[in-house]
């Protein structure tokens, strides 16, 4: 339920504006397969076959290519510059090596591409800061994935992307990001 109502269109925005040859991370259930609007082929990637498998259903219909193979983030079965966008919805907080998954996706990405997030943070400041940072191993152990005190947005800075857009929500627990492996950087 968090995934339908807590996003802000999120969903939307970072499917919809993905077009050409596009890969999703953590593609789930396929929660996000009814945006793309501009996709030409869409690869779906999970690591979980029961996912993948629901996913299944919820492509059947539409009006572009999809094509969903089991595989983590931090080691895509592609070749490089494959993809003209990459999408990830809620996918940073769950893969073991966040830089190493950025590394493949920068890979499998055409030099042009984008990158476009929407994920939950620890926000810079504040009580919810410090809530997050108390909530976190419980979390973990009760989710066995999602780590809610990562800093997304400063690891993909670190990884040499150029966040081109940005939104927060929630006081900042919440971020939609779209961003380039190259060029300037947009202030924050």
């Known amino acids: 339920m968090l995934h339908r109502w807590s996003l802000w269109g999120g969903r939307a925005r970072?499917?919809?504006?993905?077009q050409g040859r596009v890969l999703e991370l953590g593609v789930g259930g396929g929660a996000n397969l009814r945006h793309?609007?501009?996709?030409?082929?869409?690869?779906?990637?999970?690591?979980?076959?029961?996912?993948?498998?629901?996913?299944?259903?919820?492509?059947?219909?539409?009006?572009?290519?999809?094509?969903?193979?089991?595989?983590?983030a931090e080691a895509l079965p592609f070749a490089p510059a494959s993809f003209d966008?990459?999408?990830?919805?809620?996918?940073?907080?769950s893969v073991e090596d966040p830089r190493a998954a950025l590394a493949e996706v920068q890979r499998a990405l055409a030099p042009h591409g984008t990158l476009r997030l929407v994920e939950h943070i620890l926000p810079a400041h504040g009580l919810q800061r410090l809530?997050?940072?108390?909530?976190?191993?419980l979390w973990s152990r009760i989710s066995r994935e999602c780590h809610v005190d990562r800093e997304t947005l400063r690891t993909?800075?670190?990884a040499g992307w150029s966040v081109e857009e940005l939104r927060e929500h929630a006081g900042?627990?919440?971020i939609e990001?779209?961003?380039?492996p190259d060029g300037g950087e947009m202030e924050l």
């Open 14 to 18: 970072a499917a919809g504006g993905a």
């Open 36 to 72: 793309y609007r501009r996709a030409r082929l869409l690869v779906g990637v999970d690591p979980s076959p029961e996912a993948l498998a629901r996913a299944r259903q919820v492509a059947r219909g539409l009006p572009f290519a999809v094509a969903l193979v089991r595989a983590r």
């Open 85 to 93: 966008a990459v999408v990830g919805t809620l996918v940073f907080c």
């Open 131 to 137: 809530f997050l940072r108390l909530a976190a191993p």
């Open 156 to 158: 993909v800075q670190a």
């Open 172 to 174: 900042g627990v919440f």
């Open 177 to 180: 990001v779209v961003a380039g």
